[in-house]
């Protein structure tokens, strides 16, 4: 791996390739495609949250005239069966009625049937026209009504799975999940003092910008192409493929730019229905969601109930640690609760501990990936908790978590040791940062809390192109959400030995490159990185080859030296070094086109830690929190693009500080979502946050070329656990439900007051 | 149903469409004029992400009808740049990596624009209030924060 | 030999048995001798991402073994 001090590129901040386009409007994103002869189309959807569809009468809709095709549960085939995508996916035979519901509809909005017209206008009339007899069921809604033995249930063939023997009768609660270590009984009774609480954490949105869209179009053999926004063409081909039974090869999808993903475009919604709804109509099919559809029907994060108990000695070193914890999945099992149960504990060296997962089903939407999906709610009940020893021992919050800190050689709660980590180092330089060290404002509280994610590598392919002036074109599969295209071609640039401005990035879509998963898990800049790398070391090797030929000597007397071809030291020839310029000038002569190329399934992600603290004010009257500071810290092993990566840290924290201050999923008695839209679901604004201080640790990771680790989706851990401690400290009042809104602030605020007199 | 004959100016070009009544200004511009550089978020006019400027007003266009656009001046991000180059707004924003996935960039550049033709020196207070209708999901602010401040130093003073 | 672990949800396909000691120089080795020992593990333990010797892997199969190595399964993570 590259030594830091040798680099030309990488960590610097040049301007990304595609971003003139993206400051003019130029780039075009999922809704931005218009096709000659296109017509659109439009989904019903339940006006119930749990209901058996008795009857589905499409006559009338078909007989509007503009009305080119009607859609609903029959015209699906059942789906392949077997499992398939991240956080999110699950298996086949649900997705396929997550798209489009079968014989039960399972929260209100879900998919009812779809149509194709000339216009928006006629389709929304055809909509109307449709006829659905329903049977209302009664809804689960709350974890507490979904859990008890005699609550509705959303499938009567769904037992619990993962149970040492299988149960006799049906539940909500699709699995079960349990790590343990040690004895925590005896832990407990070892410790000096123990912390217990209860914390709720509600149902919340990824809130990307751009609703989901696509454009589909079916010709005469049935081969269909795709336009859409999504984080992963491939992945969403081959849920297309499996949910319609096609040939993978009869689907061409292409990726437009993407508005915000966050995971919550990694699931296919529109796709299956804009295919089948062009194949029947035999015209290109706009799909767009409202932005209320997008909150209604995709696929938001779990809101989890969560139960921890942490015991620890005098002199702070922990002994055991216990936590319950269930997680809403939606109307279809697969919520996050492994991962949220495998990393709860991660930051801590734990002799004895116990976890228990469940994964439960409601009438709410299907739960998607949500940037280090689990991880934010089982964390934050950790974290405040740790906050409250801190608080019991008079501790210094980082003191006692580098007491206990995992480090290179810890076992990590799901079972490996870890390789080197930055735990330990974000923990230092937090406390030794200027904003730590300095007093909180008069009034204010202060908060820390650490984060964590693993990271994953899984597949890409790259190929590098040196076109005959020596420029260069990489090509690969990832959508680039965040910056990822310059990443590349700073990769490109420094493997090469060539200026940054002489690379290009092209997103290749499933026909024209290699298979990639998606832009998403923080594995972008480290896998797809690694094979660009490796695409461009394949150029190398070609590169000294022909020189070789060129100058008669054999290939292993040539080196490659900043972006030249050189003779290797010693070896008496006298000739000028041939740069990639002058190779790809010759290079018909030499052997034809240079073209280097890299498939990989990348090995080795490195789990990234961050250590994030902050000063909120509370105002008694109104309730109101205000974030008057905010710092994150993150190991990201080597940054390639230092401001991409600051960028990754800033909006975690906005989205993390989101959840924590204000957004929830508000829902009344019927299952019907209260605060679908922007207005009332308040995301961050510019006036809600302050500048957001950044330092990047770089702790590299020995499984990447350039030492990179993944920084993604660790930066929303945190910051809900800074929030909740921050309040604590500024309101002397531990508040055990997320969002920290002025409702709440202003009861929790009441009740002690009245607890007092 | 009848449709609309407007006639109005955009980006300082004659233009003129048929529309329907109802039909907002962010629809036509998109579907019937094909000019998708103003983005749709939430067509209820909290995001921002539509926004356009009419007469140097700053609007969000799914609450304007297409038929109000009747002889005005419209300004979309399309006509922000110039023959010079980008606007140094575009340029500062690229400069400090103010945009993510970029979705909601149109409708900031349009929003700075309004912000900076009438408060050259804004200070940091009034541009996130300024920019408070205008939804990013990705960046937290700070960097367009930053790229508006320095946006504003170089109108103020061209190299 | 190789020392393996098992999480409690992939107990019930192992007869309870959470660490055993086998003798593979490769994952696809680990994975046949397994299912020869636990009959019908086959899908859930080729569903699962392992760490050896403290590096996950979500798609193992040709990964050499060295001796001594430490084999956990877990559960397959993709983020988001």
Same mark, same amino acid.
């Given at each position: ?9 990488? !960590? ?26 296109? +017509? ?146 005896? %832990? ?33 053999? !049935? ?35 993407? @508005? ?9 919604? =529109? ?68 991962? %949220? ?140 959400? !965040? ?36 832009? @998403? @898990? ?55 070094? =041939? ?11 030499? %052997? ?99 500048? +957001? ?16 680790? %993944? ?21 002397? +009042? ?11 602030? =202003? ?11 | ?159 | &030999? ?71 399964? &877990? ?6």
């Amino acid at each position: 791996m590259a030594e830091a001090v040798d680099f030309k590129v990488i !960590g610097t901040s040049p301007v990304r390739p595609d971003g003139v386009d993206k400051v003019t409007g130029r780039a075009q994103y999922g809704a931005d495609l218009n096709l000659p002869g296109m +017509i659109y189309g439009r989904v019903l959807r339940s006006p119930h949250a749990h209901a058996r569809i008795k009857r589905i009468d499409t006559s009338r809709a078909e007989a509007i005239p503009g009305v080119y095709a009607v859609i609903c549960g029959r015209d699906f085939p059942r789906g392949q069966s077997g499992e398939i995508g991240g956080e999110g996916g699950g298996d086949v035979a649900d997705l396929a009625k997550n798209v489009m519901a079968r014989d039960k509809v399972l929260y209100h909005g879900h998919a009812v049937a779809a149509v194709a017209a000339r216009s928006p206008r006629i389709a929304e009339e055809a909509l109307a026209a449709i006829e659905v007899e329903y049977e209302v069921l009664p809804p689960v809604l709350t974890l507490e009504q979904a859990m008890r033995p005699d609550a509705p249930l959303l499938d009567e063939h769904l037992y619990t799975k993962n149970l040492p023997e299988k149960p006799d009768k049906p539940s909500n609660i699709a699995a079960v999940m349990q790590l343990a270590r040690g004895n925590v009984d005896e %832990g407990f009774a070892q410790a000096d003092v123990i912390v217990e609480g209860e914390y709720k954490i509600p149902m919340a949105h990824q809130g990307y910008i751009e609703p989901h869209a696509c454009v589909a179009n079916t010709n005469e053999a !049935g081969q269909s192409t795709v336009w859409c926004c999504t984080q992963g063409h491939f992945e969403f081909r081959a849920m297309t493929a499996k949910v319609l039974e096609m040939n993978v090869a009869d689907l061409k999808f292409i990726p437009s730019e993407i @508005g915000g993903g966050f995971g919550g475009k990694t699931v296919i919604y =529109l796709e299956p229905l804009a295919v089948l709804l062009s194949r029947k109509s035999r015209r290109p099919v706009k799909m767009t969601m409202s932005r209320e559809e997008v909150f209604r029907a995709t696929g938001p994060t779990s809101g989890t109930w969560i139960k921890i108990k942490v015991g620890a000695k005098k002199d702070g070193t922990m002994t055991a640690a216990s936590a319950w914890m269930a997680y809403e999945a939606g109307a279809f099992p697969g919520a996050p609760m492994g991962p %949220g149960a495998m990393s709860i504990f991660a930051p801590y060296n734990l002799p004895n501990f116990k976890v228990e997962a469940f994964d439960v089903l409601v009438n709410k939407p299907k739960v998607a990936a949500y940037r280090a999906p689990g991880a934010p709610q089982s964390m934050h009940a950790m974290e405040c908790a740790v906050d409250e020893l801190a608080r019991k021992l008079g501790m210094d919050p980082i003191d006692l978590r580098l007491k206990n800190a995992a480090d290179e050689g810890t076992q990590a709660p799901y079972g490996p040791k870890f390789p080197p980590i930055g735990l330990k180092a974000c923990l230092e330089a937090a406390k030794r940062h200027p904003n730590y060290t300095r007093p909180k404002p008069p009034g204010a509280g202060r908060g820390v809390a650490v984060g964590f994610w693993f990271n994953v590598g899984m597949q890409s392919s790259a190929e590098v192109h040196i076109n005959e002036n020596g420029t260069v074109t990489v090509v690969e599969g990832n959508p680039d959400i !965040g910056g990822s295209r310059a990443s590349m071609c700073l990769m490109a640039a420094e493997t090469l030995g060539v200026p940054y401005q002489n690379v290009r990035a092209l997103i290749g879509d499933t026909e024209s490159t290699g298979f990639s998963n998606v832009t @998403g @898990g923080s594995r972008t800049t480290f896998a797809t990185g690694m094979a660009v790398v490796k695409a461009c070391e394949d150029i190398i090797a070609q590169c000294k080859a022909r020189a070789a030929a060129t100058w008669g000597l054999d290939e292993s007397q040539v080196e490659w030296q900043d972006g030249h071809a050189v003779p290797a030291p010693g070896v008496n020839a006298d000739v000028k070094p =041939l740069s990639l310029a002058d190779i790809a000038a010759n290079a018909a002569r030499t %052997g034809g086109p240079l073209l280097g190329r890299a498939s990989l399934n990348a090995q080795g992600a490195g789990a990234s830690f961050s250590v994030n603290f902050g000063d909120f004010a509370v105002d008694r009257d109104t309730g109101k929190v205000d974030v008057l500071s905010f710092t994150a810290i993150q190991d990201a092993g080597r940054a390639i693009h230092k401001a991409y990566v600051e960028g990754q840290m800033q909006g975690g924290a906005a989205q993390g500080l989101g959840w924590a201050l204000n957004e929830e999923y508000i829902y009344d008695e019927n299952g019907v979502m209260q605060n679908a839209g922007f207005l009332d679901y308040r995301i961050p604004v510019a006036s809600d946050l302050p500048m +957001i201080d950044t330092e990047i640790i770089e702790v590299p990771n020995p499984s990447h070329p350039y030492g990179v680790r %993944g920084v993604g989706e660790t930066p929303i851990v945190a910051p809900l656990a800074v929030a909740s401690n921050a309040v604590r400290d500024a309101l002397g +009042i531990r508040i055990n439900e997320l969002p920290l809104s002025p409702p709440r602030i =202003l009861a929790a605020i009441e009740a002690a007051e009245a607890g007092a007199r | 149903m009848t449709k609309l004959h407007v006639t109005t100016s955009i980006n300082g070009e004659e233009v003129d469409f048929l529309c329907e009544p109802q039909q907002t200004l962010l629809e036509v511009l998109r579907e019937t004029l094909g000019r998708t550089g103003t983005k749709e978020g939430c067509a209820t006019g909290d995001c921002g992400a539509c926004s356009v400027l009419i007469n140097d007003r700053l609007v969000c266009s799914c609450l304007v009808l297409a038929a109000e656009a009747q002889g005005q001046q419209v300004t979309t991000v399309e006509g922000i740049a110039s023959e010079e180059g980008l606007h140094p707004i575009q340029q500062k924003f690229l400069e400090h990596a103010a945009l993510q996935c970029g979705v909601c960039t149109p409708g900031l550049v349009i929003a700075a624009k309004a912000l900076l033709d009438r408060d050259p020196d804004p200070d940091e207070t009034t541009i996130r209030y300024w920019l408070a209708g205008n939804l990013c999901r990705c960046t937290g602010y700070d960097k367009i924060i930053r790229a508006v401040q320095d946006a504003a130093k170089t109108l103020a003073h061209p190299a | &030999m190789v020392r393996v672990v098992f999480p409690n949800h992939l107990l019930s396909h192992t007869g309870g048995e959470r660490e055993v000691e086998v003798a593979a120089r490769n994952v696809r080795e680990l994975l046949e001798a397994l299912e020869r020992r636990f009959p019908g593990s086959r899908d859930a333990l080729r569903k699962s991402a392992v760490a050896i010797d403290g590096q996950i892997y979500q798609d193992a199969f040709l990964e050499p073994l060295e001796p001594g190595a430490e084999v956990f399964f &877990m559960q397959r993570i993709e983020g988001g």
